[in-house]
């Protein structure tokens, strides 16, 4: 059965304190795995799509990185503003196309 | 670019009653999904609708039910509410199936069933 697993499911940072997010996956033919950000009360936000083992993209103070089994979401000095709820979803190819996603991991980044 | 719509986006219910929302995806957006999230479920895929047609549906009773326009706009519609349907549902837009291609999601209506 395909499953998306994200660890640890809360994590709280001193402003600066760089960590990273794990998103650990089982799926028939990935076809793309996807990061999204999601602020309380808001839908979540479109960050990143891997596609392939070793590729890896970034956007600010955000890295992430797709082996065969399993993604990391790196935030390097992260700002208060970086607090929200991360996400991982991916899009199996069984031929459904499904998207499964994770249940987040919660960041809360403290000044 | 305007974003997924979602109306309304709080609502109040009691047992028993149904409820129908709305759904507008990003212009040129023809698929067009339906999640539930809460706290403890995390995002839980209700259905897909792509041309006007169910292409996958999750694991809900039958009272949960879809329906896509020839504009691609989308409405939900939850029968016979029980306490366990509230949750925010969340509307989630791509261009077609079988690419690979994020979802975009609105900000989701909050039902409270009272």
């Known amino acids: 059965e395909d499953q998306v697993t994200q660890s640890p499911e809360a994590l709280r940072l001193q402003e600066g304190e760089s960590s990273s997010l794990n998103c650990s996956y089982t799926?028939?033919?990935?076809?793309?795995l996807f990061w999204y950000r999601q602020d309380p009360g808001k839908g979540p936000e479109f960050l990143f799509t891997?596609?392939?083992a070793g590729e890896e993209k970034e956007k600010e103070r955000l890295k992430a990185t797709l082996t065969k089994k399993e993604s990391f979401l790196h935030i390097t000095a992260p700002k208060p503003e970086d607090s929200a709820t991360y996400l991982c979803?991916?899009?199996?190819?069984?031929?459904?196309?499904?998207?499964?996603f994770g249940t987040g991991t919660r960041l809360k980044v403290l000044a | 670019k305007a974003g997924v719509t979602q109306t309304p986006r709080y609502l109040i219910k009691t047992r028993g009653q149904q409820v129908t929302l709305s759904c507008s995806p990003i212009?040129?957006?023809?698929?067009v999904s339906w999640y539930q999230q809460t706290p403890g479920q995390g995002l839980q895929f209700l259905f897909e609708?792509?041309?006007?047609?169910?292409?996958n549906k999750g694991n809900f009773p039958g009272r949960f039910s879809g329906r896509q326009f020839s504009n691609s706009r989308s409405e939900m519609n939850v029968s016979t509410l029980e306490l366990g349907d509230s949750a925010l549902y969340l509307c989630?837009?791509?261009?077609?199936?079988?690419?690979?291609?994020?979802?975009?999601f609105g900000d989701g209506t909050r039902l409270s069933i009272l």
């Open positions: 799926v028939s033919g990935l076809r793309g």
């Open positions: 891997l596609y392939s």
């Open positions: 609708y792509f041309s006007e047609t169910q292409r």
């Open positions: 212009s040129g957006h023809r698929s």
């Open positions: 989630a837009s791509s261009l077609e199936p079988g690419g690979v291609q994020p979802q975009h």
């Open positions: 979803a991916v899009q199996d190819g069984s031929g459904t196309y499904k998207y499964i």
